[in-house]
């Protein structure tokens, strides 16, 4: 580390279980990480649904002649989105996986446009949690893309093997 830099913040952990407040975790995991360099921003939350954003930049464009954003960032912002909703629906912040995510892309974004992602947690099972929501940069009823997928929920001991 240079002199002139500033020294890196330590990543926040959270222990499991902790009681998982959306306005603030969210804001808290938008600070760091991938998701920092990102920068999403949280939108808004209901019993089982989370919406992130994401504000158009033109370093996250993926061929320049057309200024359409590149996929990984919206791949990205589905991923954290639909995570995140597993939290809101449990109330607590608990380890998971991404086990499957499926996108599908409807249409190219509009250069210049935030996106936003809103996902729903519709299901939760012992082990599993299955997940939904689209990405669209205005009008939900034109996304640009549709996502479904299930996180594997990693909870204390009883996922591991003795």
């Known amino acids: 580390m240079s002199e002139t ?3 890196r ?6 222990p499991n279980g902790f009681t998982f407040v959306p306005e603030m975790g969210t804001k808290a995991f938008t600070l760091h990480g ?24 033109e370093d996250l464009v993926g061929v320049e002649e057309t200024g359409v954003l590149a996929s990984g960032p919206i791949i990205s912002l589905l991923d954290n989105a639909t995570s ?6 449990q109330g607590v912040f608990t380890p998971q996986v991404t086990l499957d995510l499926r996108i599908d892309y409807v249409r190219a974004a509009t250069p210049g446009k935030t ?8 299901q939760v099972r012992r ?4 997940v939904r929501g689209i990405a669209h940069d ?14 594997m929920l990693v909870g204390g001991q009883e996922w591991s093997r003795t």
């Open 138 to 151: 205005g009008d939900a009823n034109d996304p640009v893309a549709h996502t479904a997928g299930i996180f």
């Open 9 to 14: 913040k330590p990543p926040i952990k959270l």
């Open 115 to 122: 996106i936003i992602a809103r996902a729903e947690c519709y």
């Open 127 to 130: 082990s599993m949690a299955f």
């Open 84 to 89: 995140i909703a597993v939290w809101v629906r």
């Open 34 to 57: 991938h998701t920092g360099f990102l920068g999403m921003e949280y939108r808004a939350h209901g019993e089982d649904w989370m919406e992130l954003a994401l504000p158009w930049r």
């Open 5 to 7: 830099s500033e020294p």
